[in-house]
């Protein structure tokens, strides 16, 4: 009697052991499973930071046109010497190219965006610093009638920016309009924020 509970101890010490080491070898392999999807999502984010440098820097040269007409037969390279002439930078920096965006719906009211890809970031920033000027000067938005249409309505030049920053830059608008923030500008393809008593932040 007592040799059969020995040997039903002895079992059930045996099986005990081998479940011990099965637990020890499924935590060490939950252990590896946790590192490899650390590495992982460390991978994933180190791989979505560079395509968002290489997608900023794609556009670093670009602007954003809005507000003008769409008209059939348009020459938007001589538009672009037009409101170059208009800023006084003559001749107009040069273009790597120069389209209007398609319109996601053909039904749209809203005439398209047109993007500048200019050939250096610096001639950007150059022309930039000139619609600046002149609204600092002018007190006014540029209006069609500086690219040759009889309207008095204005037009915008922005950076271009990437979807993320896009989203960011319209976010932080609806903010400075609810007084949260003093100020929201771009600089080299990135948003910048001020809120008020504390320094500019970027995006």
Request: hydrophobic residues 40%; aromatic residues 4%; charged residues 25%.
């Amino acid at each position: 009697m007592l040799g059969e509970l020995q040997e039903r101890i002895n079992i059930m010490s045996l099986e005990m052991q081998q479940l011990i080491g099965r637990v020890q070898q499924l935590e060490e392999e939950a252990a590896e499973v946790k590192s490899l999807k650390a590495k992982l999502m460390s991978m994933e984010a180190n791989w979505n930071s560079k395509l968002q440098v290489q997608a900023n820097e794609a556009i670093a040269a670009d602007l954003r046109i809005h507000g003008v007409p769409c008209m059939e037969g348009e020459n938007l390279n001589a538009l672009f010497t037009t409101l170059c002439a208009t800023l006084g930078s003559d001749p107009a920096p040069k273009l790597r190219d120069i389209f209007r965006v398609r319109q996601r719906s053909a039904n749209s009211t809203v005439d398209s965006i047109i993007i500048a890809k200019l050939e250096h970031v610096r001639e950007k920033i150059a022309l930039l610093k000139l619609i600046a000027d002149y609204r600092r000067t002018k007190k006014q938005q540029l209006i069609l009638t500086q690219l040759g249409f009889e309207s008095h309505v204005p037009f915008y030049v922005n950076e271009q920016l990437t979807k993320a920053h896009y989203d960011i830059f319209k976010e932080a608008m609806k903010m400075k309009k609810l007084n949260m923030l003093t100020a929201v500008y771009t600089r080299r393809s990135l948003v910048h924020v001020r809120v008020t008593g504390r320094k500019a932040t970027s995006a």
